[in-house]
């Protein structure tokens, strides 16, 4: 079992930054992928990024290449989305998930989520 818990969301203006974090315990999260989504209000949850356990693959979706770095501390059990050049439709829940197999779309577990507003 791994549980997830994200944190780091918050209200920002459009360009600017955050960082989320995500916190997995479990003695073997070095050896899970892990993603990230986000779900706005009324919209399904879509992809964002994906790490793999020994971070050889990285993939994001469209719409946040260039801007959106994940990575991923095995010593500190924490993944991360680093997020620049925010806009206001990046406003959306974002959710943490952990899978011990590499499909960056397909996850066993799963966080709580951390709100992210971005302000026109």
């Known amino acids: 079992q791994v549980q997830l818990v994200e944190s780091g969301g918050g209200l920002v203006q459009a360009g600017g930054s955050l960082r989320l974090s995500c916190a997995a315990s479990?003695?073997?999260?070095?050896?899970?992928?892990m993603g990230w989504f986000r779900q706005a209000p009324g919209e399904e949850r879509e992809f964002v990024a994906a790490i793999s356990w020994s971070d050889s693959n990285r993939h994001y979706a469209e719409s946040v290449k260039g801007r959106f770095t994940i990575s991923k501390d095995n010593a500190k059990n924490t993944v991360y989305l680093q997020m620049n050049s925010l806009k206001p439709e990046d406003t959306a829940v974002y959710y943490c998930?952990?899978?011990?197999?590499?499909?960056?779309?397909?996850?066993?577990?799963w966080g709580q989520g951390t709100q992210v507003t971005v302000s026109s």
């Open positions: 479990g003695r073997t999260f070095s050896t899970y992928s």
């Open positions: 998930a952990a899978d011990p197999h590499w499909s960056p779309v397909t996850y066993s577990y």
